[in-house]
């Protein structure tokens, strides 16, 4: 018998000037970038909290508090990287991830399969077991009034 789990995870953060565009570890071309202790990466913050949540281990916060400077301008990948140690050291491998990025701009359908490439690499995936969707709020919203971007994703790890 395989045992799964099944874990989902969300983020939202809030566009501003003077700082990087950055979703599943790709630095996108905006004139808004998103505001966080770490780099901000939603997308993986997501993907986080989903791997962590399948556990039963928490979350990002509790991993990587925002109150502690080692975390400040970190790079989400990496934070990913510990994310998944603590999955494979307890037996698990990732199945699946679909997650969905809600932003009204940029239009990210062109970044997708860069995306989808950047996870897929670093948690030691198939690209075809990596799915990241994007579509706007139709302008409602923090997303659809361009103040932030949110995402939210779910895995399935397996044993």
Not at 90 to 111: C, F, M, S, T, Y
Not at 129 to 138: D, L, P
């Amino acid at each position: 018998m395989v045992s799964v789990r099944i874990g989902n995870g969300y983020d939202i953060h809030r566009l501003v000037p003077e700082r990087p565009l950055i979703l599943g570890g790709v630095r996108i071309e905006h004139h808004l970038g998103l505001l966080g202790h770490s780099d901000a990466d939603v997308l993986t913050h997501a993907v986080m909290d989903a791997l962590l949540g399948a556990l039963s281990l928490g979350d990002i916060g509790h991993m990587f508090p925002p109150t502690d400077p080692r975390w400040r301008g970190a790079d989400s990948l990496e934070l990913l990287d510990q994310v998944y140690q603590r999955v494979r050291g307890a037996g698990w491998q990732v199945g699946n991830i679909d997650a969905v990025v809600i932003a009204e701009r940029p239009k990210l359908k062109p970044h997708i399969s860069a995306i989808c490439q950047s996870l897929a690499t670093r948690l030691d995936l198939n690209p075809n077991q990596v799915s990241v969707k994007a579509t706007t709020n139709e302008g409602l919203g923090p997303e659809g009034r361009e103040e932030g971007i949110s995402a939210q994703a779910v895995v399935l790890l397996v044993q």
